[in-house]
């Protein structure tokens, strides 16, 4: 059974740096698409951005774009959002999923939570002065 474990949340200023950390147990990830999703306060859980199973697609959502990027580590079985400029906006926790499905990411529902499977607990971030 795979399971996944998000690290690396935490309090930041605004324009700061954080990067979190998706770590999985149980089954190899390199077969995996890979989402992070992250969840504000009193909204639904949105997509932030996704990379297929060999790392050549990453979709990313427009909020976010030109400031998160995601990678893979196939070696290490992890993925990285890396999140630079960070706006209070962005503060929610943010969860890594996974899916089988090898296209998920180059399509539309990339970004859709019941097109993936598995889902680790989620980690904090919160971006205030």
């Known amino acids: 059974q795979l399971q996944l474990v998000e690290s690396g949340g935490g309090l930041v200023q605004p324009g700061g740096s954080l990067r979190l950390s998706c770590e999985a147990s149980g089954s190899t990830l390199n077969y995996y698409t890979i989402g992070w999703f992250r969840q504000a306060p009193g909204k639904e859980r949105e997509g932030v951005l996704c990379i297929s199973s060999d790392g050549a697609i990453t979709r990313t959502t427009d909020s976010v774009k030109g400031r998160f990027t995601i990678s893979r580590d196939g070696a290490k079985n992890m993925v990285y959002l890396q999140m630079d400029s960070l706006k209070p906006e962005d503060t929610g926790v943010y969860y890594c999923?996974?899916?089988?499905?090898?296209?998920?990411?180059?399509?539309?529902?990339?970004?859709?939570?019941?097109?993936?499977?598995?889902w680790g607990q989620g980690t904090q971030v919160t971006v205030s002065s």
């Open positions: 999923a996974t899916d089988l499905a090898v296209t998920l990411c180059f399509g539309s529902e990339w970004n859709v939570t019941s097109e993936y499977d598995y």
